[in-house]
């Protein structure tokens, strides 16, 4: 056994999150989580018995290295890192379930389970502007969204609903990704990025002919719409922040 694996385990936190699938199943996609996880929240992450633990120890040794950027706190998002902790310490087990190429969602508000989709997660982060960081769509930032519909999320829902029960989205600055403010960590990790991470204007797509585009700026949101209602020509300037769903 590998001492440092084994001294740093001790610190890890093992609460109820359970990857046990995607250990089994999906490996790949776990690792990439991980890998998300990191970078958002500075901590560090392990799984035993199927779930996933954190631990707030730098994590010196074999993937010291490697890992410099990561582990540094300063260099991640503060709010992410609060989501996360809630998320694994929580007392209900949630658990999460590959879900290749059939969606991420969560099937039930209920019952406190996560179904992932890299191929629709891939899609997203190949469809950012080239002046957006693909990981402003990251599985992890994918995981945390889908969280937020669970019980220990919050049971939250897409959009806001106004005093005549109709959605909120996008119409103004006051939507938000789920009442978690995830556009929040956006702007976290956006100090630290060359590439800005933006913040997402609207929860479903807009759809122009065969293609769907969420906006991530305002400007891009006013442009598609613009181009949406009076039927013009669909350009979007160079500056323009936007995911192109084909
Ligand atoms: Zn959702």
Do not use: C
């Not at 991420?104 to 002046?131: F, K, M, R, T």
């Amino acid at each position: 056994m590998d001492f440092e694996k084994t001294i740093s385990e001790l610190y890890y936190k093992y609460g109820s999150f359970n990857v046990r699938d995607l250990v089994n199943n999906n490996p790949d996609l776990l690792n990439a989580l991980i890998d998300d996880l990191k970078r958002l929240t500075g901590l560090s992450f392990n799984v035993a018995n199927g779930l996933l633990g954190y631990s707030r120890v730098r994590h010196l040794g074999s993937t010291g290295l490697g890992s410099i950027g990561y582990n540094r706190r300063s260099y991640s998002s503060s709010y992410a890192r609060k989501l996360v902790v809630e998320m694994l310490d929580n007392i209900r087990t949630t658990t999460v379930v590959s879900n290749t190429g059939s969606g991420n969602y969560v099937p039930n508000a209920n019952l406190d389970e996560i179904n992932l989709d890299e191929v629709e997660g891939e899609v997203l982060q190949n469809g950012v502007s080239s002046n957006l960081n693909p990981n402003t769509f990251s599985m992890g930032m994918i995981l945390l969204h889908e969280w937020g519909h669970t019980i220990s999320g919050g049971q939250y829902e897409d959009v806001d609903y106004d005093n005549n029960g109709n959605a909120i989205d996008g119409k103004n600055e006051g939507f938000n990704e789920l009442a978690h403010d995830y556009n929040r960590i956006r702007r976290q990790m956006g100090r630290y990025s060359l590439q800005s991470w933006r913040r997402r204007k609207t929860y479903n797509l807009d759809t122009m002919g065969q293609t769907g585009y969420m906006a991530m700026n305002r400007t891009s949101r006013r442009r598609i719409l613009k181009t949406y209602y009076r039927h013009r020509p669909f350009r979007l300037p160079s500056h323009s922040k936007f995911i192109k769903i084909p």
